[in-house]
Nanobody
Framework: QVQLVESGGGLVQAGGSLRLSCAASGGAFSTYSMGWFRQAPGKEREFVAAISWNRLSTSSADSVKGRFAISRDNAYNLVHLQMNSLSPEDTAVYYC??????????????????WGQGTQVTVSS
């Protein structure tokens, strides 16, 4: 069983930056693809970004390309989401997720087996 704990959320002004972190424990972190999703009030949870187990491949949603970057540190069981040029539309609860090894980076919620509790990101205008 994998436990995921997100941190780094908060309130930021439009145009600002935040760095989210996700600490993993209890599983073979270095073998999992890791992803970030977000859910705004009244909306479905949506894919944000993901990274392969070996850091060689990443994928991100069109809405965050060029602004968000995902990274991971397998030595410390951490995955990060650097968020720049934030806008009010980025306001959501952000979730970290882990997927069992797959040939391609998963972008669909159902492909992820483990989830964190989420961290709130609020961007004021």
């Amino acid at each position: 069983q994998v436990q995921l704990v997100e941190s780094g959320g908060g309130l930021v002004q439009a145009g600002g930056s935040l760095r989210l972190s996700c600490a993993a424990s209890g599983g073979a972190f270095s073998t999992y693809s890791m992803g970030w999703f977000r859910q705004a009030p009244g909306k479905e949870r949506e894919f944000v970004a993901a990274i392969s187990w070996n850091r060689l491949s990443t994928s991100s949603a069109d809405s965050v390309k060029g602004r968000f970057a995902i990274s991971r540190d397998n030595a410390y069981n951490l995955v990060h989401l650097q968020m720049n040029s934030l806008s009010p539309e980025d306001t959501a609860v952000y979730y970290c997720a882990a997927a069992l090894p797959k040939p391609t980076i998963p972008r669909v919620r159902g492909e992820y087996a483990y989830w964190g509790q989420g961290t709130q990101v609020t961007v004021s205008s």
